[in-house]
Nanobody, 128 residues
Framework: QVQVVESGGGLVQPGGSLKLACTTS????????MGWFRQAPGKEREWVSC??????????YYQDSVKGRFTISRDNAKYTLYLQMDSLKPEDTAMYYC???????????????????WGQGTQVTVSS
């Protein structure tokens, strides 16, 4: 049974930091590219970042608005994905979702339909 579970969300002041984790089971984690998405109230789900499989060497990608502030990483031994979020802004407030994309080539996708498995999300609120 596939499980994808996010954790680490919470309330943080502007300029603060949070580290999200996504623990997985039930599929071969190393064979999947992994992504983070977010959805704010009244808005569509948007891609935040993704990380490739080890197959062709790890590569990471970021949405422009989070470049230099967020860092995605993965621990294949622990079947876990991370998102370190620094210098948080109120506009980062959203439900954050982890997703897994079965990938046989390099890179990773920014489109939600390409992802096979999703978690239930963890809420991040940036407010003073």
């Amino acid at each position: 049974q596939v499980q994808v579970v996010e954790s680490g969300g919470g309330l943080v002041q502007p300029g603060g930091s949070l580290k999200l984790a996504c623990t997985t089971s039930g599929f071969t984690f190393g064979a999947y590219a992994m992504g983070w998405f977010r959805q704010a109230p009244g808005k569509e789900r948007e891609w935040v970042s993704c990380i490739s499989t080890l197959l062709y060497g790890i590569t990471t990608y970021y949405q422009d608005s989070v470049k230099g502030r967020f860092t995605i990483s993965r621990d294949n031994a622990k079947y876990t994905l991370y998102l370190q979020m620094d210098s948080l802004k109120p506009e980062d407030t959203a439900m954050y979702y982890c997703a897994a994309e079965r990938r046989l080539t390099s890179g990773c996708s920014s489109g939600p339909p390409r992802y096979n498995y999703w978690g239930q999300g963890t809420q991040v609120t940036v407010s003073s």
